[in-house]
């Protein structure tokens, strides 16, 4: 074997992945078919549950310390919900995904692992064994794994012949970055005759300019992806939405956007995962894109450290699907409703008229917004365990419950599994699986709690003790 992982794509999601499996003391390969890395923002916000992750890793405070990435507000389809602030110890932050490409791989490469430009995949082929994946410059890889982090028009997802059903697009809008002058203008304006305007921040310039993601369109605004976005038409879209309010100073990047919604139907082909835009496609509303991608990196690594060094249990890989194609099928409801309610081709239809206005009156009240915004921070992710339908802190991501000198996040660094045992009750236990999971006792402000790698509570006290969980998640004891 040349690897125990290749990794096909350096985007967030393959690059993500490349630290976990670093931190899980496994050999990986990350390769990308460009030449340079991507200077386009692309996606633009984090949402909590992707900083926890990062923050378990020691990785969030470094990152923001690279720019001015100003903390936003939870809306659903344009309609704001301002209960829902403050309800996670993160906040939604802007922070362009060409900033986190950038940091995730000067992070790696300080620790030894560079990715492999210029490295086109053109075949790949699988046996019990490994697979072995072929580039255009005839050079192979042999790896134990292969993971597809290679984006929306995955090679390997073609490769495999892998099922994508859903919907084709049928409709595109304008996404572009951008310096505006003039007033400071709504996140989310229409117009009467349907053309509408979203404006959200982005940090700023390398001279200390406010930059700004600009979204757009409207009646006859939908135009075929190849068609180049220019400065005049951007400026036609805001005038028409906002008149001489806003003016365009500098237009940083822009590109179509469709409103395809696709979703791979098996995450897992034998040796092969899909990850990140591979397994699903949609419009990029709330960055949910970006920040499913480094989710499914965060759930997969772990447990191919685990296949790797040999004490997974049997179906832990298979996990990954099980855990991951669930909330991936969430993500695309949740932004084909969004879109719906925003009617972002600028239909004027009255039927969706008469239900945003419902479903806005809806949001006023505090449970609809705290479901909303469980939803869309990433907080309300819950993997189903079975067995364990009644306990309600089980397959959630774990709080932060104040552990006194040591906070949970960074008893995760690691990149092992953490049994919190308040009372000092399950030494003997804990010790047989202590080369995977650490014990941390007298804890206070918690219930006894075992924590996966990858930050989700896998068991909660309860007369049984943790054994069946310990084995179930993290295999046969030493």
């Known amino acids: 074997m040349d690897t125990d992982v ?7 999601t393959g690059l993500t992945l490349a630290n976990e499996l670093l931190v ?9 078919k460009l030449a340079r890395r991507s200077e386009l923002s692309k996606a633009g916000g984090v949402q909590s549950r992707t900083q926890e992750a990062f923050d378990q890793r020691g990785l969030l405070e470094p990152l923001l310390a690279t720019g001015n990435y100003p903390a936003g507000t939870a809306h659903f389809a344009g309609i704001p919900l301002p209960l829902a602030r403050g309800r996670h110890r ?5 922070i362009p995904q060409v900033a986190i490409e950038g940091f995730l791989e000067e992070h790696l490469a300080a620790r030894g692992s560079r990715v492999r430009r210029d490295h086109e995949l053109t075949d790949l082929v699988q046996d019990v064994d490994g697979v072995t994946a072929t580039f255009a410059d005839g050079a192979g890889i042999r790896c134990r794994y292969l993971v597809a982090a290679d984006g929306a028009h995955s090679t390997v997802r073609s490769l495999l012949r892998a099922e994508f059903p859903g919907r084709p697009g049928t409709a595109t809008t304008v996404a572009a970055d951008v310096r505006l002058g003039g007033d400071e203008v709504p996140t ?20 200390g300019r406010p930059l700004r993601r600009l979204a757009m369109g409207g009646p006859g605004r939908s135009l075929p992806r190849d068609v180049p976005v220019t400065a005049d038409e951007i400026r036609d879209g805001l005038r028409s939405v906002l008149g001489s309010r806003v003016e365009l100073l ?29 397994a699903h496609v949609h419009l990029p509303i709330g960055a949910q894109g970006m920040n499913t991608g480094i989710q499914d990196a965060l759930n997969l690594g772990w447990k191919l450290g685990a296949a790797v060094h040999g004490w997974a249990p049997e179906g832990l890989l298979d996990t990954y699907h099980g855990e991951r194609h669930p909330v991936g099928a969430s993500v695309l409801r949740n932004v084909q409703a969004q879109s719906l309610l925003m009617d ?39 993997y ?15 709080s932060d419950p104040g552990l006194g000198p040591v906070p949970l996040h960074e008893l995760l660094r690691s990149g092992r599994g953490v049994l919190l045992d308040p009372a000092d009750g399950f030494a003997k236990v804990a010790d047989l699986w202590s080369d995977r999971v650490d014990r941390v ?7 006894a709690m075992l924590v996966r790698p990858d930050g989700y509570v896998c068991w909660a006290g309860g007369p049984d003790g943790p054994e069946a969980a310990l084995g179930h998640w993290f295999g046969a004891p030493k």
């Open 90 to 94: 993160l906040p939604w932050r802007s």
């Open 188 to 207: 989310h304006t229409w117009s009467p005759d349907g053309h509408w305007v979203h404006v959200f921040p982005l940090g700023t310039d390398p001279q």
């Open 384 to 398: 189903a365990m079975p067995g364990t339908e009644d306990e309600p802190l089980v397959g959630l991501p774990a």
């Open 24 to 32: 899980a003391g496994v050999s990986a390969v990350l390769v990308d």
């Open 441 to 447: 006792s007298r804890v206070g402000g918690t219930r």
């Open 6 to 12: 290749l990794i096909v794509g350096a985007g967030p």
């Open 250 to 278: 500098e237009v940083r990047y822009a590109r179509r956007i469709t409103n395809a919604a696709r979703q791979v139907a098996r995450y897992r082909h034998g040796r092969v995962f899909l990850a990140g835009d591979a």
């Open 344 to 382: 972002s081709e600028g239909t004027r239809t009255p039927d969706v008229a008469a239900a945003r206005e419902l479903f806005a009156g809806m949001t006023r009240l505090r449970d609809v917004q705290y479901h909303l915004d469980d939803m869309l921070s990433g907080m309300g992710i819950r």
